[in-house]
Nanobody
Framework: QVQLVESGGGLVQAGGSLRLSCAASGGTLSSYVMAWFRQAPGKEREFVGRMRGSGTTYYTDSVKGRFTISRDLTKNTVDLQMNSLKLEDTAVYYC????????????WGQGTQVTVSS
């Protein structure tokens, strides 16, 4: 079973950029739907975006045009490039994997904290 480890979180000023990375082991990324979620303090976990095995992407409206998901199949990593960060982007960001677009995400990373300051 694939295992996921996120990295790249940190503190950034509003308007800045940050790049998160999710490294997968035990499986090939192209065999999974890879997604990013986030959870802010006191809020439910929120879907951010996903990339299907084909490489097509989809984003929630609040991050469209600011966030980009990409992958490197040679390194077996999927990244989340976050630009024009806002205070409301502050959250723990999680990488997740699902074997299909029709099934739940059942593989999760440990999360990485992103804090956007004013």
């Amino acid at each position: 079973q694939v295992q996921l480890v996120e990295s790249g979180g940190g503190l950034v000023q509003a308007g800045g950029s940050l790049r998160l990375s999710c490294a997968a082991s035990g499986g090939t990324l192209s065999s999974y739907v890879m997604a990013w979620f986030r959870q802010a303090p006191g809020k439910e976990r929120e879907f951010v975006g996903r990339m299907r095995g084909s490489g097509t992407t989809y984003y929630t409206d609040s991050v469209k045009g600011r966030f980009t998901i990409s992958r490197d199949l040679t390194k077996n990593t999927v990244d989340l490039q976050m630009n024009s960060l806002k205070l409301e982007d502050t959250a723990v960001y999680y990488c997740a994997a699902s074997p299909s677009i029709f099934t739940a995400y059942n593989i999760w990373g440990q999360g990485t904290q992103v804090t956007v300051s004013s």
